[in-house]
């Protein structure tokens, strides 16, 4: 981390070239895994972006693009990191094309703040993250992230159709445009999907945008144990229904939320007729054990599901990605394992994508044995664990990706190709980059 | 030339039956949909397996030998025209279905695989493979992969890019990399987003892993009848903006509904000015709603009729005769070319105002058959080969075409492609910039640029030639 003179001299050279409000050396907000910045830079307009990173890269300085650093610690922590590069003020809704479906924003625009727009036209970018109200677009992107709503609304990738993005050498690229179906020239936008800040700043993308469901409806159906909810939640997935989502909760999620037992939260939208048709159905698979939450908590269950993965009190969290049948298979030894090493784990699965959020609570050196068996677990069902963030401790000692295939080779180049200096977001991401 | 050595080495790897190599059998694979360009392979390899790709792309590499690959041909922007690559590889004998997991509702195939053949292996348990580009009883699932397909029921469901999964591709250098796999999340860059689209130019993909969708309880099929374009995307932009999203909202003009009628007759009123298929789908309950609503919208902007498929076979024909479209067209003149243009839906009157000026202007017929809901329009340039002044026509006015669409903040391709014939038309929408990073991404894949070269990006020197039709015949 870099030293006083150093920290000064690069204030000072930012101060000369930005003007004295966009650089500030209060960075308290912006530490990653204990390491702080000498400073950071809000930029006004995309060009400031550019030669903010063509300024850097010449200097050898590292930079972290930054929106509201609420998912900053995803992700390892930094190789090098002098300046947070914030996207705050680069925050217009550049066009919501009502009559189109389509939207053009710029990074620093809440998640809130757009879908607050969009409401206006009854219609919604349906990604449904934690603390929608803070994630920025960019870090949305950037970090791909989704909630339950994935299972009909797909993610990140599968909405956003443009993007304009900042290179090391400081050089504005675009990829895609505003029209809902285009196949012109390489598809960037999946790239910049998940790539955490490693390969460019992103400046503004276009989304295409959906109608908002007529009406919503949510019913809890209590589970007999881990291996019922897991089996139950895929036989309605198979069921004559078009759910908005479909959570397994284990006990000591469910217990979180307020349920007595364990079990399947399920969300049904669209008009009248259709919510009633497979409220039927669902009644008549699991007679009883199904009922229909009223609206208060309705919302609260949608909600709490939404923010299950940023509770605070974890020691660490994870993502478990498997098929769907094999998640189904692995789900009922979790607690048993977590138990037997005196840890508490809560686990809410999205069942039909077979990717499963955990959060683990106890002694450290407990949570280490746990991991390495639930990587070697996972690997042998032929899936993937990521650890979104790990105690400091832990730190050095698990590699938050654990991915190394023929195709980190692929990445390694991708990476040195766009940011030859290695300039953003250093050693963050798969194997290092 | 090729050596007679490499061709040796070839053959060791295929056998005798998988080179083809003489002049009177080469002349299937001069051109692919767009026949406004032609060029012959010096040799076609055609491998059973991915061992075998990976052995020919050794052998190429080692001997700094450029290639093209190839599925059914079915392309319609010339991706698999041989450009400076003497040699095509076929993937026309990888046609195995290598495993279906029906409880994850995955398909893992061989890059030959037919589009229509994985949806047959599977329909029996009520699931289908979305994307349905019109040629699928021939186009390969390598090509969709390439090509980023799209189709009429892919404004729902999403084009080949949000049903693919994992990838297997080898690299121009002969190594063979997994991309993706049968898991989402998979942690890393989206390799498979990337390579999905990349028109051939990232290596040669041998196996693709997709996802499988459940068929819908319930369809409704709408046929409504208008008397002019105007009124017709008038109604989509009427049923887009009123939140409905249809399964297909898909448009035809007057002339290729004549045309379709002489062809196969399937009832279709060849007066009208244009009509619009309409193809609700979902859960059964509530589907009767949503169809009185799109009725009233169209009745709102004064369609002449709206009837309603009556049974399966009914709505079957109407599809039938809606993929088939371009079969048909044959009846209209020698020869045709297709443009794929996207405009933001709201502009589809705008656009076919344009396209009916164009083609007045330059003394061309153009029937329009396209994707209205996506705004992916589809003129269609009629014209004869011989006539060497009207050729030249047919490219002017399609670049004009192309350049509306821009101008309306559209793009060039919705679904074709840019192959060869779109290459001038990529500095209308992407700047040097764009394109340099692209091209980066390419050399991350392909250093050497061997992956079929001379598609997607303008090189200097190559650009002016690229609009004489058949320039390379003599090759
Ligand atoms: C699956 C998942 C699970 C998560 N779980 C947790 C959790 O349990 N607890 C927790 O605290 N956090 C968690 N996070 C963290 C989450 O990443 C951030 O809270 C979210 O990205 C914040 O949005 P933000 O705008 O504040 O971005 P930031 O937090 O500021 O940034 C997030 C990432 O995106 C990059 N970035 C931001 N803006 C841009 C841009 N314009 N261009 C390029 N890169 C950019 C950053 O460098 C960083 O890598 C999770 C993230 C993911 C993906
Ligand atoms: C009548 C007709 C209707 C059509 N309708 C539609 C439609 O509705 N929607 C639509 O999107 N398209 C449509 N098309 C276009 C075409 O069918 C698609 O682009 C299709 O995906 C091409 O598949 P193919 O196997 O024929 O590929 P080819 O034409 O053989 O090749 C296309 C491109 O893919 C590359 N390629 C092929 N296989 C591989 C591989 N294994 N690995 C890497 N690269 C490969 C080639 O190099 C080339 O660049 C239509 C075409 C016709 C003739």
């Keep these: ?433 | 030339m090729l050596s007679a050595g490499v061709i040796e080495q070839l053959r060791d790897i295929v056998g005798a039956d998988g080179v083809i190599a003489r002049d009177s059998e080469l002349r299937v694979y001069e051109c692919d949909g767009y026949t406004l360009e032609r060029s012959t392979p010096q040799v076609v390899v055609l491998p059973k397996s991915t061992a075998e790709v990976a052995a020919i792309l050794t052998v190429l590499h080692s001997e700094r030998i450029a290639f093209v690959p190839r599925g059914a041909g079915t392309g319609l922007s010339g991706g698999c025209l041989p450009i400076d690559a003497p040699v095509m590889v076929c993937t026309s004998r990888m046609k195995r279905i290598v495993a279906i997991d029906f409880a994850n509702r995955r398909a893992t195939v061989e890059a030959g695989v037919a589009n229509l053949a994985v949806t047959n292996e599977v329909k029996s348990r009520g699931l289908y493979y979305a994307p349905d580009p019109s040629s699928q009883q021939a186009c390969t699932i390598g090509g969709n992969v390439a090509e980023n397909s799209g189709g009429p029921h892919t404004l729902k469901y999403g084009v080949t890019t949000n049903h693919v999964l994992g990838l297997e591709l080898v690299l121009p250098s002969g190594e063979i990399v997994q991309l993706g796999g049968a898991v989402e999340d998979v942690p890393g860059y989206d390799l498979v987003g990337l390579t999905v689209g990349s028109e051939g130019t990232f290596g040669i993909v041998t196996q693709a892993t997709l996802r499988l969708s459940r068929q819908p309880e319930s369809w409704k099929t709408l046929l409504a009848v208008f008397e002019s374009v105007n009124d017709a995307t008038q109604t989509v932009s009427g049923i887009i903006a009123a939140g409905i999203v249809p399964a297909a909202l898909e448009m035809m003009d007057r002339l290729i509904v004549e045309a379709i009628e002489a062809a196969y007759h399937f009832g279709f009123p060849t007066d009208a000015g244009a009509v619009l298929i309409i193809e609700l789908d979902g859960l059964a309950a509530g589907l009767e709603r949503q169809a009185q609503q799109v009725v009233e919208i169209c009745r709102a902007n004064h369609s002449r009729e709206v009837k309603v498929a009556k049974d399966e076979a009914e709505r079957a024909a109407l599809w039938k005769s809606r993929k088939r479209a371009f079969g048909a067209v044959g009846r209209l003149a020698p020869s045709y070319c297709t443009q794929d243009g996207v405009v933001p839906r709201t502009k589809l009157p705008d656009i076919l105002r344009a396209i009916t000026r164009i083609g007045v202007h330059y003394r061309l017929r153009i029937a329009n058959v396209f994707h209205a809901g996506d705004g992916n329009i589809h003129p269609i340039l009629l014209y004869d080969e011989r006539n060497a002044d009207e050729v030249e026509r047919v490219l002017a006015a399609g670049r004009e075409i192309l350049e509306a669409c821009v101008a309306l903040g559209g793009s060039v391709t919705g679904e074709h492609g840019i192959g060869v014939e779109k290459i001038q038309q990529m500095p209308l929408i992407f700047s040097p910039t764009d394109l340099l990073v692209m091209q980066q991404l390419r050399k991350v894949f392909d250093p050497t640029l061997r992956s079929n070269p001379g598609k997607i990006f303008p090189t200097p020197g190559v650009c002016v030639e690229t609009t004489r039709p058949m320039r390379r015949a003599a090759m």
């Design chain 1, 1 to 433: 981390m870099p030293t006083s003179d150093h920290a000064r001299e690069l204030i000072a050279a930012l101060r000369a070239r930005f003007g004295a409000d966009a650089v500030s050396d209060d960075t308290a907000a912006f530490t990653i895994a204990g390491g702080a910045p000498a400073c950071v830079v809000r930029p006004l307009q995309i060009e400031q972006v550019g030669e903010l990173l063509a300024f850097a890269t010449k200097r050898d300085w590292a930079v972290i693009p930054v929106g509201n650093a609420t998912h900053l610690r995803v992700g390892a922590p930094p190789a090098q990191y002098d300046i947070a590069l914030s996207l705050q003020r680069l925050a217009r809704i550049v066009a919501h094309e009502a009559a189109d479906m389509t939207v053009t924003v710029e990074a620093g625009v809440t998640l809130g703040a757009l879908n607050t727009a969009l409401a206006q036209a009854r219609q919604w970018l349906p990604l449904d993250p934690p603390l929608a109200e803070q994630v920025t677009i960019g870090g949305l992107i950037a970090a791909d992230l989704n909630g339950p709503l994935r299972l009909s609304q797909g993610k990140v990738r599968d909405l956003l159709i443009g993007i304009t993005v900042v290179l090391a050498d400081g050089s504005i690229a675009k990829a895609g445009g505003r029209v809902v179906k285009n196949v012109a020239g390489y598809d960037l936008g999946k790239l910049f999907a998940g790539s955490f800040g490693t390969l460019g700043v992103i400046v503004e993308a276009t989304f295409k945008i959906r109608p908002c469901p007529e009406q919503t409806r949510v019913l809890w159906i209590t589970t007999y144990d881990d291996q019922d909810a897991a089996e139950l939640a895929l036989t309605l997935l198979d069921a004559k229904l078009a759910p908005l989502f479909v959570e397994v909760l284990n006990t000591t999620a469910a217990a979180a939320c307020g349920q007595t037992s364990g079990g399947i939260a399920l969300a049904l939208g669209g008009i009248a007729e259709e919510l009633d048709a497979q409220q039927t159905v669902i009644v008549d698979y699991c007679g009883r054990s199904a009922r229909v939450c009223d609206d208060r908590e309705a919302a609260q269950l949608t909600h709490w599901l939404r923010e299950f993965p940023r509770q605070a009190a974890a020691t660490l969290t994870a993502r478990i990605s498997l098929l769907p049948t094999e998640l189904a298979g692995l789900l009922p030894r979790l607690t048993p394992e977590a138990v037997a090493r005196g840890l508490e784990a809560a686990v809410v699965t999205h069942a039909g994508n077979g990717v499963a959020r955990l959060h683990l609570r106890g002694d450290e050196g407990q949570a280490l044995l746990f991991i390495e068996w639930l990587r070697i677990a996972v690997r042998a069902r032929g899936g993937w664990v990521v650890f979104d963030s790990l105690p400091v401790g832990l730190h050095g000692q698990v590699e938050p990706f654990g991915y190394r295939t023929a195709a980190l080779t692929l990445m390694e180049g991708i990476k040195r190709q766009l940011d030859p200096r290695g300039t953003l977001s250093p050693g963050r991401f798969v194997g290092g980059i």
